[in-house]
Structure formats: C-alpha cells, structure tokens
C-alpha cells in the first residue's frame, strides 16, 4: 500500500513539471492585449472628420486672404456694408493723409515766416531778425545786442519787448505748435553781472522771454525756455562780429512730427542729431 501511494505522489510530481515551460504563455497573452490597446488607439487618431477639416480649412482660407469682415448697424453704425479693405489700402490711404499732413504743415510754417519777415521789414529790422524753414520746424532768430537785452543782463529793452509781444501774437495763432525758446552767449566769461556763468545768463534771457510770450496769452503748456550758453556757435568768437552773432536768441517752432517734404510731395522721416552736452531747460507752467 505503501508503495502504491508513493508511487502516485511521483506521478503526480511528473505531471506537473511536464508544464513548466509554458508559463511564458501568460506574458505573452498580456503583450498581445497590451499592442493591440495601442492600435486600436492609433486608429481612433487618425480618424479624420471630414466635415470638420473642411470647416477648418475654409476659416483659414479666409482669414488669410487679406480682406475684412463685412460691416454693419451692428458694429456701432459704422459699418461698410460689403466693402472691403485690403492693408494695402489702408496703408495707402494712411501715407496719403500723413502726406497732406505735413504739406498743411509746411505751409502753415512759411506763411508764419512770411508775418515775421513783414514785421522785420516793416520796423527795419531785417539785420536783426531771420527766420529759417528747416528740418526741425521754423526757427526765428533774433540777436540781442542793443535790441533785446544789455550786456550781462536779462532784463528786455523797451524795443526788445515790443517785439516779442508781437512775436508771441502770432504764436498765439499758429496753437498746434509747442515754442522752445533757446538762449545763446558768446565763450567770453561773464564779470560783474548778477549771473554767475553764460548757462545762468542764457537761460535766464530764454526764461524773460518766455514770460514775455505768456503775457501774449501763448498757452504755457506750449512753452520751454531752454540756456544753451556758449554752444553751437553760429560764427567764430575768436572776432567781435562772430561773438556778436553768437549772442541771440532762437524762437523754435517744431514740426509736430519728423518728416519733409519733398518736391514730388512725398513725406521722409529724419532723426534730429543727438547732443553730447545736454541744455538747461526750465519749463514755463508758472506763474508769470
């Protein structure tokens, strides 16, 4: 009996051990399953919608064409029915009114030099008083020698006061420019005047002047008195003439924007050249 009952425990163990190396069936099934998860996927991606793609590919269409949506009542009343505007157009239309712009511009400037150089004319003041057209908008000078101010002094000469009580009248006309106005001396060191150095002097004189323009009712918000002192001689100070020249003062009426105009009635931009030492500028919002 004994040996009956070992004998099966030794079959039972052979049986077994027949089925070992199948074991890799299990892994095997769950790769399987696992890849074909993965495919199932892949092939649910790349289901296209066509319907959809073809919306998609007309909104593209016509948001690169160019052309803008059509107006109406809708859109605060200001719409344009079914024109359209290319950005070619609209860059067309905004370098025209820029153009017109600056033409109006630069006729507004001479015709403000021509009442300068009338006043001049008509009070003998032309070896006095120029008045240029520039780059930089117009520019009115006056010198200031036995017209303006005395030797050393800030103070306007009764002559001198008249004059820009005039001036600012028609600054006052031309508002929709600012005013800079900027004061000059000659190299020659300032002793025996309340003003310590030329920079004190000139801005001072530019600040007089100012003043002056204020009392003419010219808006402040439109003015700046700018000391400049010894730089940006007109003329060589080495001489009595040139250092004579070299004391002014300059009315600046800028261009509201950087551009010219040219024959052919086209605009170009320009850049103002930078300025290593900068000038005293004293705002004129007070009070005068």
Known sequence: MSAGRGGGRRRKKHHEAAHVDERWLLTYSDLITLLMALFVIFFAMSST?????????NSL???????????GSSVLNTGSGNAAVSPLEAFQAKEKAATAAAKREEENLTSLKQRVDTYARAHGLEAKIEAHVERRGLIVTVLTDKLLFDSGQAALQPQGADLMTSIGAMLRTEAGHDVIVEGYTDD???????????WELSTA??????RTFLGANVSPERLTAAGRAYLDPVASNRTAAGREANRRVQI???RNAPTTTTSSGTTSTTTEPSVDIPPIVIGAKETP
């Open 49 to 57: 919608d066509a319907a959809k793609y073809k919306d998609l590919k």
């Open 205 to 210: 004189r530019a600040s007089t002047v100012v």
């Open 61 to 71: 269409s016509t948001a690169f064409s160019g052309k803008v949506l059509d107006g």
């Open 188 to 198: 020659v060191p300032i002793s025996g005047s309340t003003y310590p150095t030329n």
């Open 252 to 254: 600046v009426i800028p």
